[in-house]
């Protein structure tokens, strides 16, 4: 398959007239939805790109997320990249696109923006030592992204642990709070930025506290308890989510 039906990326101003221009790169959708592990193509094509020249890069985020070694790429060769480098996230930073985000010399977040931080996942097949072998791999993928975000926040290994455990989703001012971003895209038609409140929530808390809600209507008597499924099966059924 040709490199290009693998890009994810987008240059909106390549231009090598002005050495010190503005470029612009669009990282929108799914980061390597083609495989980029183990491909030599992609990975060169994009640092190829991204060092064709050396003026401020400004870069536009709107992701998911996605592959996590291509984030680690992409976030190596933005560290490496001698000019500015602004991000601006104007949808959502989640996953691995949030990694990716940390490399920005200045971090901007649209005042609707989101950003989601979480653990690694695979797929992994075989035995019981195949099986440890995953959970080892996924456990070194965590450090190395905690170290990302460890740089950029400051925030404690323990905190960012935490925060990844309970899959953490931040509004653009609790980012700011947190350290994971630097400000607020400003309106210029206004002249200030929004005037939001900060807030962050775990999804596996909000999936915890329905739980315990459950739990305590199926002690109530069979009369009291809530029409529609079985509180059992409600339980089960979010129960094997949690796991």
């Known amino acids: 398959m040709p490199a290009a039906a693998r890009r994810f990326w987008k240059w909106t101003n390549q231009t090598g007239e002005e050495p010190s221009a503005e470029r612009i ?7 390597a939805e083609e495989s980029w592990f183990d491909d030599d193509i992609t990975p060169a094509a994009f640092r ?3 060092f064709a020249g ?3 890069v400004t870069i536009w985020i709107n992701s998911p997320g996605g592959d996590c070694i291509a984030a680690s790429q992409i976030y190596t060769m933005l560290m490496d990249y001698k000019g500015d480098v602004t991000v601006k996230v104007d949808g959502i930073a989640a996953s ?3 990694v990716v985000a940390m490399a920005g010399t200045k971090v901007l977040m649209a005042p609707t923006a989101l950003m989601m931080i979480h653990n690694p996942a695979t797929v992994a097949f075989g035995d019981h030592a195949d099986m440890a072998k995953a959970i080892d791999m996924l456990s070194e993928v965590k450090e190395s992204i905690i170290n990302a975000y460890e740089i950029k926040t400051g925030l404690s290994h323990a905190q960012l642990s935490h925060m990844m455990d309970d899959t953490t989703w931040m509004n653009a001012k609790k980012a700011i709070e947190l350290g994971f971003a630097d400000d607020i895209l400003a309106d210029e038609k206004r002249g ?3 005037d939001t409140e900060g ?6 808390a909000v ?4 739980m315990n809600k459950l739990s305590g209507k199926a002690s109530c008597k ?16 979010l129960y094997k989510k949690l796991l």
């Open 25 to 31: 790169l669009e990282l929108y959708g799914t980061i």
């Open 48 to 50: 190829e790109e991204l």
């Open 54 to 56: 050396s003026g401020p």
């Open 96 to 98: 691995a696109a949030s």
């Open 192 to 194: 200030s930025a929004a």
């Open 199 to 204: 807030y962050a929530f775990s999804a596996s």
């Open 207 to 210: 999936e915890r506290t329905l």
């Open 222 to 237: 069979p009369e009291k308890q809530p029409k529609g499924r079985p509180v059992d099966e409600l339980k089960a059924s």
